[in-house]
């Protein structure tokens, strides 16, 4: 079965600077998708990234990029000039038949 | 364009009573569907999965069931609620795999279950 995991269950970063969240995921397909989801408080779900698994290059918007490795099964998100407005949890989440999501990463951002 | 509409937004149930929260999509045609649920301050857990009418796949076996009566409204219900059942319930859906691919979430239910 696919498994998404979040070894960073909190981070803090200070306003201006770079942070890098981790994500790996254990599939044997080799066609499938990736995301990066924010969740602000408001709890609305919010899709700030996506990657195509047959795509090498790493997908980027704006100040959010990733670095996707397949043979390691690897996925993080670097967010540069972090921003107060990017505190908020992150999901990480994979999608073949179905979505999955992984168990978030709380970020904090120091004015 | 595509909406979701999911609610009740708040819900507070006592122990044993039954449960239904809905969600319908507007403006696509037979999307995927997904019931997760998102305990405090935690990921969030699929629930449920459907791919079409009255195809459903369940992911945790577990006091709730979904159902999917039209192409685009799924309905998770419970016949008896229990204290763990407390959480937030969000609804998605999406077109599948493909370029374009991402999931839109509803607003999202409060359930409190006492």
């Known amino acids: 079965a696919q498994t998404v995991t979040q070894s960073q269950p909190e981070m803090s970063v200070q306003e201006a600077e770079t942070v890098t969240l981790s994500c790996t995921y254990d599939?044997?397909?080799?066609?499938?998708?990736l995301f990066w989801y924010k969740q602000p408080p408001s709890r609305q779900m919010i899709l700030v990234i996506r990657?195509?698994?047959?795509?090498?290059q790493n997908a980027t918007e704006n100040r959010f990029s990733v670095n996707f490795q397949k043979a390691a099964k690897s996925f993080s998100l670097k967010i540069s000039d972090s921003q107060l407005g990017d505190a908020a949890m992150y999901f990480c989440?994979?999608?073949?038949?179905?979505?999955?999501f992984g168990k978030g990463t709380r970020l904090h951002i120091l004015p | 364009s595509q909406t979701i509409h999911q609610w009740p937004a708040t819900l507070v149930q006592p122990v044993g009573s039954p449960l239904s929260l809905e969600c319908t999509v507007e403006?696509?045609?037979?999307?995927?569907l997904y019931w997760y649920r998102q305990a405090a301050g935690r990921g969030l857990q699929l629930l449920f999965y459907?791919?079409?009418?009255?195809?459903i796949s369940s992911e945790v076996p577990q006091n709730l069931s979904a159902s999917r009566p039209q192409d685009r409204q799924f309905i998770l219900s419970s016949k008896k609620l229990l204290l763990s059942d407390s959480g937030f319930y969000l609804c998605?859906?999406?077109?599948?795999?493909?370029?374009?691919?991402?999931?839109?979430f509803g607003q999202g239910t409060r359930l409190t279950v006492v």
């Open positions: 403006g696509t045609s037979n999307p995927n």
């Open positions: 989440a994979y999608e073949d038949d179905k979505i999955i």
């Open positions: 990657q195509e698994a047959y795509k090498q």
């Open positions: 599939t044997s397909e080799s066609d499938y998708y």
């Open positions: 998605a859906w999406s077109v599948g795999r493909g370029p374009n691919t991402e999931a839109f």
């Open positions: 459907s791919v079409g009418i009255g195809q």
